[in-house]
């Protein structure tokens, strides 16, 4: 049966395309249905007050870190969005006195403009917003060899070299509202991809790659990044694939409630408890990856009721 068109962008493929069964479903589920979708390989965990939430997130950093030795050096490939436990890494590896000369760190994505990755300089730089919220600073005696520091870059080979020398104990993300991990976006409706999306083997296959994103995601990092400034939001980015995702030991969503809506934190839970792959809902690709944590900030579950404002 042929899948209908996206209710967002018709030339594109997002979740809308999915099973109407299967949206209503999710739109159904309760705070305490959330916590019944664990399984073996995919926890679901509250965090009552945002304090908790963020340092809870933050702690992932400090516990892949303390792993790392000269002969196991040990990274975690972090989010921008959320961003708020990136000071909390910082003060956290100066109260503790941790030194990260053998620990790295993964940038999971940046924009893309001009046949290049965006310079350090432009304001929305995820390469920026790691430094000068997180590793500049740390103190000069603990902090990370430059050469620790992984950032996506046009030329995508070292970077994804890294991934084949270095154990990732976690990957962390956030979800965005066309519910990607990274910018892992669903693809356009057109091609070898006109009646279905790719299958998620297909999927999987992709490593650290330039992608077009989809108008949603450019809507979404006006709204939270931009005031809404859409033309400031570039029209591609520099993403890591799920290639890499598959080399992390864990993968590690985190949800504070302002990066997707109640809808889609449920919807993406319930495909990945029940084992639903599709590629027009990447995150639900993670049904197929062993060791999966959602975490929710618990004042942000709401509802999917109809509400007028």
């Known amino acids: 049966m042929t899948r209908p068109l996206s209710k967002i962008a018709p030339d594109w493929w997002d979740y809308t395309t999915l099973e109407p069964e299967l949206l209503q479903d999710a739109a159904r589920l309760t705070a305490q249905?959330?916590?019944?979708?664990?399984?073996?390989?995919?926890?679901?965990?509250?965090?009552?007050?945002?304090?908790?939430?963020?340092?809870?997130?933050?702690?992932?950093?400090?516990?892949?870190?303390k792993q790392a030795t000269p002969d196991?050096?040990?990274?975690?490939?972090?989010?921008?969005?959320?961003t708020e436990q990136l000071p909390l890494v910082a003060l956290l590896v100066n109260a503790l006195g941790l030194k990260l000369q053998n620990a790295h760190f993964w940038g999971?994505?940046?924009w893309f403009q001009e046949g290049r990755e965006t310079p350090r300089e432009h304001p929305l730089s995820f390469e920026r917003a790691d430094r000068e919220l997180c590793f500049d600073r740390i103190h000069p005696e603990l902090a990370m060899p430059e050469s620790n520091l992984h950032?996506?870059?046009?030329?995508?080979?070292?970077?994804?070299?890294?991934?084949e020398t270095v154990r990732c104990a976690v990957m962390q993300g956030g979800q965005g509202e066309i519910k990607h991990w990274a910018f892992?976006?669903?693809?356009?409706?057109?091609?070898?991809?006109?009646?279905?999306?790719?299958?998620?083997?297909?999927?999987?296959?992709?490593?650290?790659?330039?992608?077009?994103?989809?108008?949603?995601?450019?809507?979404?990092?006006?709204?939270?990044?931009?005031?809404?400034?859409?033309?400031?939001?570039p029209t591609h980015a520099l993403t890591v694939g799920p290639k890499q995702t598959w080399l992390a030991e864990q993968v590690s969503i985190w949800h504070p409630g302002h990066h997707d809506n109640p809808f889609g934190m449920r919807l993406t839970a319930l495909m990945i408890s029940k084992g639903i792959a599709d590629s027009a809902c990447p995150m639900s690709l993670l049904a197929e990856h062993p060791n999966v944590v959602f975490h929710y900030y618990r004042g942000a579950i709401g509802t999917?009721?109809?509400?007028?404002?």
């Open 33 to 65: 249905d959330l916590a019944e979708l664990s399984r073996p390989g995919f926890q679901v965990r509250f965090h009552d007050t945002l304090e908790e939430f963020f340092l809870a997130e933050a702690l992932e950093y400090i516990g892949a870190w």
């Open 72 to 82: 196991n050096p040990v990274g975690i490939c972090g989010p921008i969005g959320p």
């Open 108 to 110: 999971m994505d940046e």
């Open 151 to 163: 950032f996506p870059k046009a030329n995508t080979d070292l970077y994804e070299s890294t991934w």
């Open 184 to 233: 892992n976006d669903p693809v356009r409706r057109t091609g070898a991809y006109k009646d279905s999306p790719p299958s998620p083997a297909e999927f999987r296959k992709l490593g650290t790659r330039v992608v077009e994103l989809h108008p949603l995601t450019l809507v979404q990092n006006a709204r939270t990044s931009g005031g809404g400034n859409i033309p400031l939001v």
């Open 304 to 309: 999917c009721e109809a509400e007028m404002h």
